[in-house]
């Protein structure tokens, strides 16, 4: 019976957990994404979100993309690895590794910093004096936060996407001995704007995951700094885990008849 009790607390605790995470959702949306906005901090979040994360991103796909073309042409046959080395990388990473991939790395990275800036923002209290300056904390800290994630994924994961079949495109010709205008050739005739597509649909929704488990592990934080720690890890766990299952569930929607 205790075992019975511990698995109800469990699940009663995981039910109030995602009410709670749902109701901020609803909030930052209605609240957070209505006029008017803060031009200034929307800027310097995109900046922030975007541009910062760019170098890892960039290396993260370059590197994915060459290991990719080395596995793919271990598996194949001679006589179709020079089709199926760049057809596979790019529609792997268009569709796939791409978007999550960019996603988890900017989670570790903005997620965490998120959650930590309004973590100790909170437990410092400078939430409660923006409220006596008559400023909506949700307006001004977790709205251009979800709007500069929701924006740059995309442009993150178009970056990638072309670093990453550039590094197939780089393993392929210099280590595989592949023809570089056959490679492109294949690749373009392969890869279709419906792959490009779901990718950065999939990135929009990911940045979207990743300000929101930031900005809602920050605002409930409690306890000085080991609260701030929790909140941190609890964020880019958190945004890890729905990214995958997100990802799950908008592959199942978007290429689940094909």
């Not at 995109?46 to 993260?60: H, I, K, W």
Request: glycine residues 12%; positive net charge.
């Amino acid at each position: 019976m205790n075992f019975l009790a511990f698995i109800g607390r469990l699940v009663l605790d995981l039910c109030a957990e995602i009410g709670r995470v749902a109701l901020f959702a609803r909030d930052a949306l209605l609240t957070g994404l209505s006029p008017r906005f803060y031009w200034g901090q929307i800027g310097a979040q995109l900046f922030r979100v975007g541009y910062t994360s760019l170098p890892v991103v960039a290396m993260t796909a370059f590197f994915t993309g060459g290991a990719l073309a080395l596995q793919i042409y271990t598996g194949s046959s001679p006589t179709t690895a020079g089709t199926l080395v760049p057809s596979i990388v790019a529609i792997g990473i268009t569709r796939e590794l791409g978007p999550v991939l960019a996603g988890l790395m900017v989670s570790g990275r903005v997620g965490a910093s998120i959650a930590a800036e309004l973590g100790t923002m909170k437990v410092t209290e400078q939430t409660d004096a923006l409220v006596t300056l008559s400023t909506n904390p949700l307006k001004y800290l977790v709205g251009p936060r979800i709007v500069a994630a929701v924006i740059s994924l995309p442009l993150l994961v178009a970056i990638g996407d072309t670093i990453g079949i550039m590094g197939g495109y780089v393993v392929g010709t210099k280590t595989l001995g592949f023809n570089g205008f056959a490679y492109l050739k294949t690749t373009a005739d392969e890869l279709h704007v419906d792959d490009v597509r779901s990718g950065l649909i999939k990135a929009a929704v990911f940045g979207f995951i990743i300000a929101l488990m930031g900005c809602y592990h920050g605002f409930n934080s409690k306890g000085g700094a080991q609260g701030v720690g929790r909140a941190t890890t609890n964020a880019v766990v958190s945004s890890a885990i729905l990214i995958l299952a997100a990802n799950f569930v908008l592959t199942s929607v978007l290429f689940g008849k094909n």
